[in-house]
């Protein structure tokens, strides 16, 4: 039996069936979790994200207009709902005086470095290394998820790359012989 398509998924889940909400999920979940790290930059908060982001779907899906959109959709619902845990876990943190930092003490410092390289690219640059490195997404997959084309997705994984190969250069690291 072929794979039913997302649009078929959503007008079944439009109508009750579960099943069909369930298969969205299985379907789209890493994407969201990467999409949510890339401003969250915290595995788990990104899946408690990515989550909110469904519920959000839950709710909302009799407003979407083309259920062939769906992936882009969620997409920009999961980018809103960590932007503003983003901006929420901030404010808690200066309000606590934290000193936010972004390192976690226990990793290794090349893993660090290159964490930090990620962080400063550019959102779209970011969004596109994460979903690819991180969480496993094919170019195709990645361009239903942002709305872009598979050659976009390349373009902005090159520039990325060499982005951070520059950044990591310029801190004194040097690419490993393989």
């Not at 997302?6 to 369930?22: F, K, P």
């Not at 595995?43 to 899906?61: M, N, P, S, T």
């Not at 882009?72 to 999961?78: E, K, R, T, V, Y």
């Amino acid at each position: 039996m072929p794979e039913r398509s997302d649009a078929e998924l959503v007008e079944s889940a439009r109508h009750g069936n579960v099943d069909s909400l369930g298969e969205l999920y299985r379907r789209h979940y890493v994407a969201a979790v990467g999409i949510a790290y890339c401003a969250l930059s915290d595995r788990h908060l990104a899946e408690d994200a990515a989550q909110e982001a469904f519920a959000i779907v839950c709710r909302d899906l009799g407003r979407l207009q083309r259920a062939d959109k769906f992936a882009s959709w969620l997409g920009a619902i999961c980018r809103n709902v960590a932007s503003k845990a983003a901006k929420s876990r901030l404010r808690c943190r200066l309000s606590d005086n934290v000193e936010s930092t972004a390192i976690d003490n226990q990793e290794d410092d090349r893993h660090n470095l290159v964490r930090q390289s990620v962080g400063r690219l550019s959102r779209s640059a970011r969004e596109v290394i994460v979903l690819r490195y991180f969480s496993g997404l094919s170019h195709e997959q990645i361009a239903e998820v942002l709305g872009i084309s598979p050659q976009a997705v390349h373009g902005r994984l090159i520039r990325g790359r060499r982005k951070i190969e520059e950044d990591l250069r310029l801190m004194g690291l040097r690419r490993r012989k393989q």
